[in-house]
């Protein structure tokens, strides 16, 4: 089966502008995530959907990121304004459904200038 | 949240020899899974076990849930397992799916 699929690969932006990833969770997958890692940490979770609804945005920070998931099954997510602080990868993952295995997409590389 | 805490933070072996990574949770998990991120940043999934022991050709992984730990062997070790490895659970307590990640065990192995 395909695996997650996020795009692009890798991103350049000076602080200020905005920016806006994508994410296509694998087929049947209700579950779908979005998780910041910062260099020489572990991934954490920005925010969760389940179908077409948010059911965790609480680590998300609200005045400059959005997500949205309108049909169920693609998502995006944006930055904008960006922050120095926000280089990061920016990884997706699905599950079938909440409490199953999470399988992750190879991510984006974001670089703030 | 869920602290997770990963042991060794770094390891470095010659090809052929044998490991194991360790983590701890500070509260029961679920959904316990193992993940090695390699240098492209790829994170791969090797294991989901809430309980237990599995294995897949030169690793195992064993988690003993009400001791709220787990352990990663790796044998015959191979450069190309060089990377991070990962460890991450879902809170027990909650029925959201959020993954808390340890920071990691960067292992290197060299010819």
């Known amino acids: 089966e395909a695996g997650v699929a996020q795009s692009p690969r890798y991103k350049i932006i000076e602080k200020r502008q905005s920016v806006a990833f994508w994410c296509n969770p694998i087929?049947?997958?209700?579950?779908l995530y979005w998780y910041q890692q910062i260099l020489g940490q572990g991934p954490k979770l920005l925010i969760q959907?389940?179908?077409?609804?948010?059911?965790?945005d609480s680590q998300l920070p609200k005045d400059r990121f959005s997500a949205e998931r309108l049909k169920g099954v693609d998502s995006t997510l944006k930055i904008q304004p960006a922050k120095l602080e926000d280089s990061a990868v920016y990884l997706c993952?699905?599950?079938?459904?909440?409490?199953?295995?999470?399988?992750f997409g190879d991510g984006t590389r974001l670089s703030i200038l | 949240g869920i602290q997770v805490e990963q042991s060794p933070p770094d390891l470095i072996l010659q090809e052929g020899a044998n490991s194991t990574l360790r983590c701890n949770f500070s509260?029961?998990?679920?959904?316990l899974q193992w993940f090695h991120q390699n240098p492209w940043g790829q994170l791969i999934n090797l294991f989901y076990?809430?309980?237990g022991t599995k294995q897949n050709g030169r690793l195992s992984a064993t988690t003993v849930a009400t001791e709220r730990y787990s352990l990663l062997y790796i044998s015959s070790s191979q450069t190309t397992d060089s990377g991070v490895y990962f460890c991450?659970?879902?809170?027990?307590?909650?029925?959201?799916?959020?993954?808390?990640f340890g920071r990691g065990t960067q292992l290197t192995v060299w010819p």
């Open positions: 993952a699905s599950s079938y459904s909440i409490n199953q295995p999470q399988h």
């Open positions: 087929s049947g997958h209700a579950t």
């Open positions: 959907f389940q179908n077409n609804g948010v059911v965790d």
């Open positions: 509260d029961s998990v679920n959904n």
């Open positions: 076990i809430p309980s």
């Open positions: 991450a659970g879902t809170d027990r307590g909650s029925t959201l799916g959020r993954l808390y």
